[in-house]
């Protein structure tokens, strides 16, 4: 049998090409990993920061925001003695069906008028600055605002988006259904978007953002929370993927740190359902990229 003789030249040729090969493929993964994530390690773990200070302002202001809005929407119907938040004058003498339509500017702007009110916009406006908003696992790049909604900033920092339903949107289960189960949303009157600390960053679901649906009786429920559920499957709600519990994609599941993706949609109803605890952390960056590393490893086969 012959044998295969090399020159030392191909013996290096083949060594460099070797090494830059396997320099290219961490590069790829580490572009990968960085993709999956959308932040450097540094601008991460600064972020971090939110879960080690200022938890119970945070909470408190989350608190404060809820009660603000509810108080604002019970005093309404208690002056009109009203059961339904839609059959007062609020709702009923509304210029148009939703609060996004231009006609409803300046009746808003006088309803609102007793929540300390700084300045009052439309984010489609000149004046009211585009502010995009991230998931709280997502990739840096991952960003949204909210293009069509009423933006009410008060004097004591808060920020709320309004999106308002003259008619509201129908129940999705049988109201006894609904009222077996436990629930108390009926019917939901809109949407409000709660940033606790304004125009500040880190401008993060789950983070400074929370979001409730405003029901009949006047109260805040939060996005994917227990009566979100049953609102929509009635006495099967616990299997419901709109409930948070059922999805890692809203807040995470059991533990935050174990899910790749999380866009935070659902902490505010986690928040409350814990006892108004924050009890979903990022432990630290390195965890979070071994994870991605591994999503990349076991769908690629790169090592």
């Not at 069906?97 to 984010?123: H, M, P, W």
């Not at 990739?139 to 709320?160: E, V």
């Not at 409730?212 to 009566?227: E, H, N, S, T, V």
């Not at 099967?236 to 999805?247: G, P, T």
């Amino acid at each position: 049998m012959k044998k295969l003789k090399f020159s030392l030249i191909q013996i290096v040729t083949t060594a460099v090409m070797t090494v830059i090969i396997l320099c290219v493929s961490q590069k790829l993964l580490a572009n990968a990993e960085r993709s999956m994530t959308g932040v450097s390690a540094a601008s991460y773990n600064s972020k971090l920061s939110f879960y080690k200070q200022n938890t119970k302002i945070d909470i408190a202001k989350l608190k404060k925001a809820c009660y603000v809005i509810t108080d604002n929407f019970q005093n309404i119907m208690k002056q009109e003695n009203k059961k339904d938040l839609g059959e007062t004058s609020f709702f009923l003498n509304m210029p148009a069906q939703r609060s996004i339509d231009a006609e409803t500017q300046v009746y808003l702007d006088e309803a609102f008028s007793g929540l300390n009110i700084k300045r009052t916009c439309y984010n489609y406006l000149d004046d009211c600055p585009k502010i995009e908003y991230g998931g709280l696992k997502y990739p840096s790049w991952i960003k949204a605002s909210f293009p069509a909604h009423y933006r009410i900033y008060t004097n004591d920092g808060m920020l709320y988006y309004f999106d308002l339903y003259k008619n509201g949107i129908e129940k999705e289960a049988d109201a006894e259904e609904i009222k077996a189960a436990g629930g108390r949303m009926t019917k939901i009157y809109g949407l409000v978007q709660i940033d606790i600390n304004g125009d500040e960053k880190p401008n993060v679901w789950g983070k400074d953002l929370f979001g409730y649906y405003i029901a009949q009786d006047g109260r805040l429920y939060p996005y994917y929370g227990k009566d979100r559920a049953i609102y929509n499957a009635g006495s099967s709600w616990r299997k419901n993927d709109l409930y948070w519990r059922n999805r890692k994609i809203l807040c995470g599941g059991k533990n935050i740190n174990y899910s790749l993706f999380v866009s935070g949609e659902g902490c505010a109803a986690r928040i409350m359902e814990n006892g108004w605890k924050f009890d979903y952390k990022l432990n630290d960056f390195s965890e979070i990229f071994k994870l991605a590393k591994n999503a990349v490893v076991k769908k690629t086969g790169v090592f």
